[in-house]
């Protein structure tokens, strides 16, 4: 937990593996909120410490409800 995600040329390896998995239930347009499910370690993408600094890291932690693990499209 805690390791920040890196950039990396696709390699075709699992740990580049994720999964956009639905928040809500997208009865419209508006709702578009998911999270980002790491295939290899099950673990979410997220804002580390809920930064809303611009060039914030983003690491994976374990699934927490948390704000800074949802994502939209928009």
């Known amino acids: 937990e805690g390791v920040q995600l890196e950039q990396l040329t696709c390699d075709g390896s699992a740990s580049q593996e994720w999964a ?27 804002v580390e410490g809920y930064s809303t600094t611009e060039g914030a890291a983003v690491d994976q932690w374990a699934a927490n409800g948390g704000a800074n693990q949802v994502w939209t499209i928009g």
Request: net charge negative.
């Open 20 to 46: 956009a998995e639905a928040v809500g239930s997208y009865q419209s347009a508006s709702d578009s909120s998911f999270v980002l499910a790491s295939l290899n370690s099950g673990l979410l993408a997220e």
